[in-house]
């Protein structure tokens, strides 16, 4: 009887780890959930979940604007200060409910390596093909006071044949 009562807790755990495994992916994984105080999330409903940081942020927004609540008590229940409430305000304003999902982390884009850099990497190698991303790297340096690893250089250079690839049909 013990055994069959383990395995049954275990089953049911899977799918909170599994949604916990796919807010951390998603980078939506509440790292403050344990200070979410608000009634909804500690009344045991299923529905609310304290380790959904946008969930949290959406309920907090509507606590405030739908129910009245100060916005300091707001914030306070759901594990915020005052200064991050008016900040999920004024994006979720900005840009609805896809604006509290959390952006990656890090650099969007290549910022070392733009366009016209990749072109001079480009002509470069058509000038002398006999060029590695070693060489390639040392020549921006040089040339343009650019220091950048070999590696960028070659994925650099492997997006933009990759684009030349797609854009032909």
Known sequence: MHITE????R??????????????????????????SDSAFTSGNVFFDARDLVQVKYEMLRRVSEDGEPVTQAAADFGFSRPSFYQA??????????????Q??????????????VDRLEHSLK???SLNSTQLAQQLEEELGLRVHRRSVERALSRRLKRGAQRRP
Do not use: C
């Open 6 to 9: 383990h395995r049954r807790s």
């Open 11 to 36: 089953l049911a755990e899977t799918p909170r780890d599994e949604k916990a495994a796919a807010l951390r992916r998603q980078h939506a994984l509440n790292p403050r959930a344990q200070t979410v």
């Open 89 to 102: 305000q004024a994006v979720f304003e900005a840009e609805g409910l896809p604006g509290l999902v959390p």
């Open 104 to 117: 990656r982390p890090g650099p969007k884009r290549a910022h070392k390596l733009s366009e016209e850099v």
């Open 127 to 129: 000038t002398d093909p």
